[in-house]
């Protein structure tokens, strides 16, 4: 399962997707409306406090624990940029809570670090928890309550740092995302709440599918990460491969726009196209006098997505990635979202 972490401004969200993913249709009054998403919510105070940290020590847990989220001298995006590592414990915890939330499952282990077995994600189950879904809703702090009454802890390492979003300045509502892979053993009961209105357990594969049929609707960091995570439908695979580039950080994917005579193109790092010094708080979006397609050009690295009236699609050619997988070239394509 994929944890997706956004920050509006300094305000974080939480989204998640499962290997055997979770898709979760939000409601009309959520944030991305009548669309398949992560789970997701903001980022609170209570998230970063600093009481955490001394609850996670008394299950062994160290500063080396605690550095191991960051590796000195991998790439930082902005979200990281002061502090990675507090920034990733509070993220991860993040995640966490939201995903209580909004589906119910509480991604927290009863185990000391010594007795940890595997990279496979905890959860705890109990009766009670209904009611402390209520409680943790309407007071985030009260997640380190329950925490401390059931002796558990935020299962942050069995996250696993997977990619940034940030969404263009131009966009009435802008998102810093962190994606955050964990992995679970069984498939657990998952609990839609207000902001929800379907939830499935699919994979990244059929998923697609069904946008590419315009049965759901995908925005583009969600199509981009299902496309992603297709290249390792394994989860044992998955699940290494995740945790061993978490530490390694990467680029920031943030859309560049342009326009063309016949669209608009949103150019992604790696894009030859893409420029060399962007300013993620100024709105510009440069006219080009060629067609979407004429801006391919020839044999050039493609990384963008490219919206028509009839279509929009998201176009990877001669691209390779720093510290993530290569998705050879392709054409993602996925409904307007005013479809």
Not at 1 to 14: F, P
Request: glycine content about 4%; proline content about 6%.
């Amino acid at each position: 399962m994929t944890l997706y972490n956004e920050c509006n401004q300094c305000n974080a969200v939480s989204e998640r997707q499962v290997e055997c993913d979770e898709k979760n249709t939000r409601t009309h009054n959520a944030s991305f409306p009548n669309s398949v998403v992560f789970p997701g919510g903001v980022c609170e105070a209570a998230d970063g406090d600093e009481e955490w940290y001394k609850h996670l020590r008394t299950f062994g847990y160290t500063d080396s624990d605690f550095k191991s989220f960051h590796r000195i001298g991998s790439p930082l995006t902005p979200l990281f940029e002061n502090n990675p590592i507090q920034r990733h414990v509070t993220l991860r915890i993040t995640a966490i809570r939201e995903t209580f939330e909004e589906l119910g499952l509480l991604i927290c282990s009863q185990s000391h670090k010594s007795d940890k077995g595997n990279d496979w994600a905890s959860l705890l189950d109990n009766d009670d928890l209904k009611h402390w879904r209520e409680r943790v809703s309407k007071n985030p702090a009260d997640l380190l309550t329950l925490c401390k009454e059931y002796k558990c802890y935020p299962d942050i390492w069995a996250l696993h740092y997977w990619s940034n979003w940030l969404t263009p300045v131009n966009q009435p509502k802008r998102f810093d995302a962190a994606f955050f892979v964990t992995a679970l053993e069984n498939k657990p009961s998952i609990y839609s709440n207000s902001e929800v209105v379907n939830v499935k357990w699919l994979t990244p594969t059929e998923i697609l599918k069904l946008s590419s049929k315009a049965e759901v609707i995908l925005y583009p960091p969600q199509a981009y990460e299902f496309s992603r995570l297709s290249y390792l439908p394994d989860i044992n695979e998955l699940l290494t491969f995740a945790k061993k580039r978490s530490s390694q950080g990467n680029i920031l994917l943030y859309p560049v726009p342009i326009q063309a005579k016949d669209g608009m193109i949103q150019l992604l790092p790696g894009d030859y196209l893409y420029p060399s010094d962007v300013d993620f708080n100024t709105q510009s979006s440069p006219k080009k006098d060629k067609t979407i397609l004429e801006l391919r050009g020839n044999n050039q690295s493609l990384h963008r997505v490219e919206v028509t009236k009839s279509r929009r699609e998201i176009i990877i050619q001669n691209y390779h990635p720093i510290n993530h997988i290569t998705m050879n070239n392709l054409i993602i394509p996925f409904p307007s979202i005013t479809a």
